[in-house]
């Protein structure tokens, strides 16, 4: 087991990563957290796949235990869903000292953080995800959202987990294609903090699992995220690298309808087209730009976007019809393992490389 803690103004928490850690380390955790009740927000697939779990692990506690049940999907990661968790938090008599555990992926560790974030304004929570994106994104930083019809997590706020526990046997149960899109975003943390570390992925695969190798990319992924967090909680600045490859893929997961391409599938896409225009705009090098744009690709669904012209880039890329500006703040690489914001980049600009990408990478992205 590896662990790592994430110190922030006034509070820290913990971050434990390994195989077959859960039953022991979620269990000291709850006990120390002295709660009266404690209720888990999973997804039915999760519950189908693993039922009754976490009330199996604190069964022992004597605490409480609740689970509510969600649908499965990015498509249900909206303020109707998150009614559903405030619904069963009224239902079961929850209150301040109520602890919420959010088992599963990224979708569930956001709504339930955000559920936590405001119910009775604000109950503690722990993330347990299952997924190798939230283990290396959501679970990691605070930030928990919903997303609205013309925006990908434009609905959220900053809620800090309690714990953090990163259990390893999960993955077991992982599609390879669910794996690939966990690895875009662990990959991303290479790109744009680490040229070590992206090295260090590129001399291992990731398929079949092999856990020695997935314990040390985790932490080395969460350590990279967790320093840049205690430097810029709420992304004043800094934090802002991290969303490298998020503005194509928040438009690509917008436009296509929440669900038909996972997170990290549409952010992968998202960060070969920021390399892309890093190179081509002469600010990585050739030989940086070949290397990465072929580990990614390697990895990448193609992606197929219906009707897309200038104005629906533009509406998509600044999430308002009506907005006045011409421009948003761009992530880009300086080299590898060095990432910049380029603030007021042209999104005309961006819209004339996206055409040019999407010639050079046919088979990434087409334009239908």
Known sequence: ???????????????????????????????????EHVVVVTNTTL????????????????VK????????????KNLETLSLIFDFLMNVSANRKTLLIAFGGGVIGDMAGFAASTFVRGIPFIQVPTTLLADVDSSVGGKTAVNHPAGKNTIGS????????????FLKTLPS???????MELLKHGLIQDAEFFNFTQQHTLEPLNFD??????????????????????????????????????????????GKYLHGE???????????????????????????????????????????DYETFRNLILHD?????????????????????????????????FKLFAQKFPGMISLE
């Open 47 to 62: 519950h189908d796949l693993y039922p009754d779990f976490i009330f199996n692990v604190l069964a022992v506690s004597g």
């Open 65 to 76: 235990v609740s689970t509510c049940v969600l649908p499965d999907g990015e498509q249900y």
């Open 1 to 35: 087991m590896k662990t790592l803690k994430v110190n922030l103004p006034g509070r820290e928490y913990q971050i434990d990563i390994g195989l077959n850690i859960l039953d022991k380390q979620l269990l000291k955790v709850v006990k120390l957290n002295a709660a």
């Open 158 to 169: 900053f809620k800090q987990p309690e714990y953090v526990c990163i259990e390893l046997a």
């Open 266 to 308: 549409a952010v992968g896409t998202g960060m070969l087209f920021a390399a892309f225009v890093s190179w081509r705009w002469n600010e990585l090098a050739q030989n940086e730009w070949e290397l990465i744009s072929s580990s990614l690709t390697q990895n990448l669904l193609p992606v197929k976007l219906l009707k897309l």
């Open 321 to 353: 019809k009506k907005a006045q500006k011409q421009a948003v703040n761009f992530i880009l690489l300086k080299k590898l393992g060095e990432s910049f914001i380029l603030p007021e980049t042209s999104v005309e600009k961006l819209w004339d490389e």
């Open 177 to 183: 294609r669910e794996l690939k899109a966990g690895y």
């Open 213 to 258: 190798y997935l314990e040390e990319a985790i932490f080395r992924s969460c350590e990279i995220k967790g320093r840049v967090v205690e430097q810029d909680e709420t992304e004043k600045g800094l934090r802002a690298n991290l969303n490298f490859g998020h503005t194509l893929g928040h438009l690509i997961e917008t436009h296509a309808g929440y």
